[in-house]
């Protein structure tokens, strides 16, 4: 039994009287209602809304204005507040019911449709800020793709290391440098070894590169000491977003060994602003990828007959890069690569058994990357290092320009949607963000 069956929330044939919400390749339709943090140009405040088109409903507005009630009001209540924490820390029977009635509020015909206007503000009219206050952030590596196109460029003979298709391997990542969606990001300083026989210097970069991840975050947290099982574990998902994890390559190599990514990756790393739910995303589960012949068994506490066959996500993930000059001549943002969630080796349920199977706590707000997504083929391929195996084989662009890494004034953008016949396409929106000159 699902934890979110389809419902009338997903029917295709329902329209928004919000009309930008039903424009063909609109991120935002009435099946999406992903959750976010806004603050009004108009206000120092920040509170929840959900978008809907090329709009923002003030959920908060709207309890006030007598919308809601029962567990949707419950779950409206903490929409006054300015991250999304307390709402994640509710559960999924409250999420339910506030998406279930504002898709009712926001549907063509809604009789409340005059109220509910008065609480919509236009997206260009808000600021977005990061969606909750993160307290924690642990990045995986669950593509098997990237692991082994990059294993391959560090150790030829021997690419997976022999974990891998036992345990989905992660590291602790940093929170604090989590930045939004259009915060720009400074070119790092590091330890950098121009010549293999020489010592490393402090230098600015020359090998920064972007991932495309997934996010994810936790919903309800989880006490210390005790594991949540498989099976339960969808039910502390509350959601998904873009994440960049931006990499510094040369000071990654250096400083990786033996204890993991240190500074060469935690100097910033983007999320996109809305969070789309995981009963959103409902049409859009699969099958968790096929494990390759050959391969060991999952070991029992990461094995769900349910996750199996339906832990998996669809989201098409495609990463642009527009150059300075590029902006100059205007031209639009040049396709580096589409990949898609599908091909993960691990799902998010097994991410989340793993990271508490030895007792280690959620708190509401905790976020999981799902570390580089690549796929099969060269066009799939989530980060630089990647494509242009580590610098030797340089993109070219429409401008002239060739790409090994970034350079300053290069801006990278992130997208993800979702797509599947007999269903309304839903968005992620998108995830920017230019590099600055080190100081
Ligand atoms: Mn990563």
């Not at 405040?45 to 709207?62: E, F, M, P, T, Y």
């Not at 779950?75 to 999420?95: D, F, I, K, V």
């Not at 019911?97 to 236009?122: D, K, M, N, P, W």
Request: hydrophobic content about 40%; overall charge negative.
């Amino acid at each position: 039994m699902s934890l979110y069956p389809l419902n009338e929330t997903h029917d295709a044939s329902r329209k928004s009287w919000v009309a930008t919400a039903n424009l063909p390749g609109c991120d935002f339709p009435l099946q999406n209602l992903p959750f976010g943090v806004f603050r009004p140009r108009s206000d120092w405040r920040s509170k929840v809304g959900i978008a809907i088109g090329d709009a923002v409903l003030d959920v908060s507005g709207c309890l006030l204005s007598g919308l809601f009630s029962g567990d949707a009001a419950v779950a409206a209540e903490t929409c006054s507040r300015h991250t999304l924490n307390e709402l994640m820390a509710l559960g999924a029977q409250y999420w339910s019911a506030l998406r279930a009635r504002v898709f009712a509020l926001l549907a063509e015909g809604a009789s409340e449709r005059g109220t509910v206007e008065r609480h919509l503000l236009a997206m260009q009219d808000v600021e977005m800020r990061l969606p909750a206050a993160i307290g924690n952030y642990t990045d995986f590596y669950a593509s098997l793709h990237h692991a082994r196109n990059v294993g391959s460029l560090f150790r030829p003979a021997n690419p997976l290391l022999p974990n891998y298709k036992y345990l989905p391997i992660a590291y602790h990542g940093r929170a604090s440098s989590l930045v939004v969606d259009g915060t720009p990001v400074r070119r790092p300083h590091g330890q950098i070894k121009l010549q293999e026989d020489q010592p490393p210097e402090l230098l600015p970069t020359r090998q920064l590169d972007y991932e495309v991840e997934l996010g994810i975050f936790v919903g309800p947290g989880q006490p210390l000491g005790e594991p949540v099982p498989i099976e339960s574990a969808p039910e502390r998902l509350f959601g998904i977003c873009l994440l960049n994890d931006w990499s510094a390559r040369d000071m990654q190599t250096w400083e990786y060994q033996p204890l993991g990514p240190f500074l060469a990756k935690n100097f910033a790393t983007s999320l996109s602003p809305w969070v789309v739910t995981l009963e959103a995303l409902a049409p859009f589960r699969i099958a968790a990828a096929a494990r390759e012949p050959g391969d060991p068994p999952v070991l029992p506490y990461l094995y769900a007959a349910e996750d199996r066959e339906q832990g998996g996500l669809e989201v098409a993930l495609e990463v642009l890069l527009q150059t300075a000059q590029m902006r100059e001549q205007e031209m639009p943002a040049h396709r580096l690569s589409l990949g898609n969630a599908r091909d993960l080796y691990w799902t998010p349920a097994q991410m989340l058994a793993h990271h508490t199977s030895n007792g280690c706590n959620l708190q509401p707000g905790d976020l999981l990357g799902t570390g580089t997504i690549s796929g099969p083929a060269k066009e799939n391929r989530g980060c630089l290092l990647e494509m242009t195996v580590r610098g030797r084989e340089p993109v070219q662009l429409p401008t002239g320009e060739t790409r090994s890494f970034l350079e300053d004034g290069d801006e990278v953008t992130l997208r993800g949607w979702c797509e599947r016949p007999g269903f309304v396409r839903i968005g992620l929106g998108g995830c920017t963000g230019r590099v600055l000159g080190g100081r």
